[in-house]
């Protein structure tokens, strides 16, 4: 028998004693006649029998044990959280160093921002900053990822990708700017609200009729959400935007319906529950119905909030201030110190 080259391979065979003894089969122990086979010409020939090193195997011929592999790879491991540890501190070193709008939480400096943004950003972005032609800068989804110091850079350098001219203004002006619209987007509890929180409470669990669907900590209904957290969760152009404009922004699990059984019975509520085979309205009383759908004769959803939409008619201006005073006191933990200045609603209406 030969290979391709025409050399015996009769003096090759490895003998199965080899693999008896369970011995690495590497050049060293390899018969003796195995080894350094040559060519004819004189060329070593290499290693036969399927013994090609592989690139598991050490040059010694000896496969790496376990011990060693997990200590290569813990090696690895710590050399590569090394490298993100050291990421992260230059990421944290670059936040620290960041531009600070030395002028934030100010009420004076809010106001005069106010001014400046009315007279050359209503334009584009809305009196109240809801959006227009620019993007909407009240709701915080731009501006509270965004620092300082790219800010500042977008006011006085402009953004020619979203149509946005610079702004040679002072930089106490564009610090003033920026204290208005941090201000639109920042927690009503820490934020100077105007109004008198005593008479808004007065008003929520009176005249405005709030209590009957909003429960705060315990007191009150449960046909709308729980508002104990309002003033932590809503800005205070949320909350203003809230009462004058209820429809404008529904919560889930919340959606009206009105139904009617093949009996006759009408019910009307909030839907708990809603699939193919049945129906769980919450009543105004906020006793649960739970009915199939063969026993409904007809139901209607509602678009939007239940909230009613006339606080401006049944309300004074005042009367709203102090309520949205109110509100922006309710926060399931301790309350900073109240920083940034709201405007009092006399735009309301």
């Not at 030969?2 to 050399?7: A, E, F, I, S």
């Not at 080894?35 to 010409?41: E, I, L, N, S, T």
């Not at 040059?59 to 993100?84: D, E, M, N, W």
């Not at 509602?302 to 401006?312: E, I």
Request: with cysteine.
């Amino acid at each position: 028998m030969t290979d391709v080259h025409g050399v015996s391979l009769s003096r090759v065979a490895i003998s199965p004693k080899i693999f008896a003894k369970g011995k690495n089969l590497t050049r060293k122990n390899l018969p003796e006649d195995t080894q350094h086979q040559r060519y004819a010409g004189g060329r070593r020939r290499p290693p036969l029998g399927g013994l090609v090193e592989s690139p598991f195997t050490w040059r010694s011929g000896v496969l790496p044990t376990r011990a060693s592999i997990i200590k290569i790879l813990s090696l690895f491991l710590i050399a590569l959280l090394s490298v993100l540890h050291s990421s992260n501190a230059q990421d944290d070193n670059q936040k620290k160093n960041a531009l600070k709008n030395p002028l934030e939480g100010q009420p004076e400096a809010i106001a005069e921002g106010q001014k400046l943004f009315v007279a050359s950003c209503s334009g584009c972005h809305g009196t109240h900053a809801e959006g227009g032609r620019g993007p909407n800068l009240a709701d915080g989804r731009i501006v509270r990822h965004t620092d300082d110091e790219h800010l500042f850079g977008a006011i006085h350098n402009g953004a020619s990708g979203a149509n946005m001219p610079a702004f040679n203004l002072p930089d106490t002006q564009i610090w003033q700017l920026l204290a208005y619209i941090r201000s639109l987007s920042s927690p009503a509890a820490e934020s100077h609200v105007p109004g008198d929180p005593e008479a808004g409470e007065a008003t929520f669990y009176g005249k405005g009729g709030c209590s009957s669907c909003h429960m705060i900590l315990g007191r009150g209904g449960m046909l709308g959400p729980d508002l104990s957290n309002i003033g932590m969760s809503r800005s205070w152009h949320q909350l203003i935007q809230a009462l004058a404009d209820p429809k404008s922004r529904s919560q889930t699990g919340f959606q009206g319906v009105t139904d009617v059984t093949t009996k006759g019975t009408k019910i009307t509520g909030i839907a708990k529950y809603n699939s193919n085979y049945s129906l769980v309205v919450q009543d105004m009383e906020g006793d649960l119905h739970s009915i199939t759908m063969q026993d409904i004769r007809e139901v209607i959803f509602r678009k939007g909030s239940l909230m009613p939409d006339d606080y401006g008619q049944r309300l004074t201006a005042k009367e709203i201030d102090d309520l949205v005073a109110f509100l922006s006191r309710q926060s399931v933990r301790p309350i900073k110190t109240q920083s940034s200045a709201a405007s009092p609603s006399k735009d309301f209406r």
